[in-house]
């Protein structure tokens, strides 16, 4: 029998990804808007904060590791990063120049970027290694879910109050997920004294042994794993011929929360089986997941089926994935690395769907369409490959490592 896993500390970290997620995407899908129509800025300019707010988490998330491996900073961040995060969102609302935009982007994914290596290994924190899997399953399960909230309740803020005030209401949701983390960490176990180890970046032994060859896999993966924005302009592009392309838009963006529920949906029973049949299974299988859907988008045409159960098998894929890239770093980790563990594992998620989706736009533009997704395809073919090779040569597959 399974020790309890849905107690307080593992719901309010749930809580907490939720209602973060809710206030990121209330600000991220009106940023366009905001930032060309009510300021004036050229669309370049989204292109530039989004790219270098993305590179800032990205090596925020590597220096947060070092933060996350004495379990005392770790809670301090987790704090200190929600809070920071929930406030600079919410001013993007009075911003009236692009540059001010920029600046608070940067600095809410920077802020973002140091906390999450922190919130992972909080949850080690909270549950014993048999149900890790179903901890970080839920904690996705929770972020997806605030994926599809968000959007929608932007939608509804902008039709009651505007565009300004709504990004500046982000605050709200933002601010209860500071307080979700804070009864987290009041259900945590009471920390002994213990002295602090030293404050630095230890990458070179995350890298060895078993945990080394897994986050390789892992690599390989990511540099796959494209934004799904690539998914959502396929389906407009293949439905615009027949529908024109406002209702394909919207076609296409009620896939996309297809996408959203099927991660959603996917991401507990992944961390179940994760828990059962080990997570490098379930991680294959998210894989596969992905590779059959990115053949599936080089080839498909218009049927709305069709795309249905393409972007359902994508967001099916990334519900197995995460969940189960979480679970076995924390079971691989040794105690004293987890935070950099983590931390190495978000970096590569960051700096390796930056490169798919920077490489599969490339080719999108200057060959077609179908070579990007077969571009992509092949990296998860090639993660197939390292996954199978690793558990080869005897990378623990069982509940009791990874």
């Known amino acids: ?23 990121k995407e209330i600000s991220t899908s009106l940023l366009p ?20 707010a993305d590179g800032v988490a990205g090596a925020a998330k590597l220096a947060g590791g070092a933060l996350a491996d ?38 809410a994914w920077l802020t973002r970027g140091l906390r999450t290596p922190s919130r992972s290994a909080l949850l080690t924190d909270l549950v014993s290694p048999e149900v890790y899997g179903r901890a970080y399953g839920f904690e996705r399960a929770m972020d997806n879910l605030g994926a599809i909230v968000g959007p929608l309740l932007a939608l509804a803020l902008v039709a009651l109050v505007g565009v300004r005030e709504a990004i500046l209401l982000s605050f709200v949701p933002g601010f209860l997920a500071a307080a979700a983390i804070f009864v987290a ?64 838009v919207k076609v296409a963006l009620i896939l996309y929360a297809g996408y959203n529920l099927a991660a959603t949906l996917a991401s507990v029973p992944a961390g179940r089986a994760t828990d059962r049949r080990g997570g490098i299974v379930v991680l294959l299988a998210g894989v596969l997941a992905f590779l059959v859907a990115y053949v599936g988008f080089a080839f498909t045409g218009s049927a709305i089926v069709l795309l249905a159960a393409l972007f359902a098998a994508a967001g099916i894929g990334i519900g197995f994935a995460e969940t189960a ?35 599969a736009g490339g080719l999108w533009t200057l060959v077609s369409p179908r070579a990007a997704f077969l571009y992509l395809a092949a990296w998860m073919a090639v993660s197939v490959g390292a996954l199978v090779l690793a558990a080869g040569r005897g990378l623990p597959t069982t509940r009791h490592g990874v």
Do not use: C
Not at 33 to 52: C, D, M, N, R
């Open 325 to 359: 890239q979480h679970a076995a770093v924390a079971a691989l980790a040794p105690t004293d690395l987890r935070g950099s563990a983590f931390g190495a594992l978000a970096a590569i998620q960051s700096f390796g769907n930056l490169a798919a989706s920077a490489v």
């Open 185 to 248: 960490i009041k259900a945590a176990p009471r920390l002994e004294k213990h002295e602090r180890p030293p404050l630095r970046l230890r990458i070179r032994p995350v890298l060895r042994g078993d945990l080394g060859k897994l986050l390789l896999a892992v690599s390989a993966f990511e540099l796959g794993n494209a934004a799904a924005t690539l998914l959502i302009l396929r389906a407009t592009d293949l439905l615009t011929p027949s529908r024109g392309h406002d209702s394909a």
């Open 70 to 107: 004495d379990p005392a900073r770790r809670r301090a961040t987790a704090i200190g990063g929600y809070s920071a995060t929930a406030v600079l969102n919410a001013l993007i609302g009075v911003a009236t120049a692009a540059w001010q935009v920029g600046v608070l982007r940067t600095g």
């Open 1 to 23: 029998m399974h020790p309890r896993w849905l107690n307080r500390g593992v719901a309010g970290i749930g809580a907490a990804s939720f209602l973060d997620d809710v206030g």
């Open 33 to 52: 808007t905001f930032l060309t129509s009510t300021l004036g800025a050229p669309a370049a300019a989204l292109g530039a904060i989004e790219g270098i």
